[in-house]
């Protein structure tokens, strides 16, 4: 192995990195893609809404992330705008106008792009292709950005996978006993 120049002041790391967690933020609309009702799959009449933290400590957060995995992005939420659902779209382009001086919904998606909104956060669990429980974060709902500025929000209890039994792989591990100097170790 070629040795590391000046290996005895690089600062140690264990890879781990802070990221974001249930809560409220404050995000910018990055791209918005409309998905109009298909006749054939009966599937749609939904906006797909590409964003990113704006603000504070994780602010651009996605940014680096599809940045760092290619293309993948990681941050986004469906509005629905099918009949059943209308109170719950005018809710959401309330707090975009809301949060967003001077600014006036127009029936055009692209007009969302480069505005801001309040989203609150929390944790599901989903079923991870190895059969384990995984965790993930997913809008729960929206708010203004005055009300998340101001604490007006409530993070929901994480939502339960239904039927699930394994939350997390279990590994034994054996228990650590000191071995004596003439002793050969275990690996």
């Known amino acids: 192995m070629k040795p590391i120049n000046n290996f005895a002041n690089v600062q140690a790391t264990t890879g781990e990195f802070n990221r974001p967690t249930a809560g409220g933020y404050c995000v910018e609309i990055l791209e918005v893609k409309d998905f109009p009702m298909n006749a054939q799959t009966g599937k749609g009449d939904y906006l797909k809404i590409d964003y990113d933290i704006c603000h504070g400590e994780f602010a651009g957060y996605y940014t680096k992330q599809n940045e760092r995995f290619g293309g993948t992005w990681f941050a986004n939420f469906i509005r629905s705008y099918k009949e059943s659902a ?9 707090c975009v106008e809301e949060s967003n001086k001077g600014y006036k919904w127009n029936w055009e998606e692209n007009s ?42 409530k993070i929901p209890a994480i939502k339960k996978l239904a039927g699930a039994v394994n939350t997390s792989p ?18």
């Not at 209308?86 to 309330?94: A, D, E, L």
């Not at 480069?114 to 993930?136: A, C, M, P, Q, S």
Request: aromatic share 10%.
């Open 170 to 187: 279990i590994v034994s591990v054996p228990k650590f006993t000191e071995l004596e100097d003439d002793e050969a170790l275990p690996f």
């Open 86 to 94: 209308v109170g719950m779209f005018k809710h959401f382009i309330n």
């Open 112 to 153: 969302l792009v480069g505005k801001y909104v309040g989203v609150v956060i929390g944790e599901e669990e989903y079923l991870k292709n190895d059969g384990t429980v995984g965790v993930r974060l997913t809008v729960k709902d929206i708010k203004t950005i005055d009300q998340i500025v101001n604490g007006q929000f």
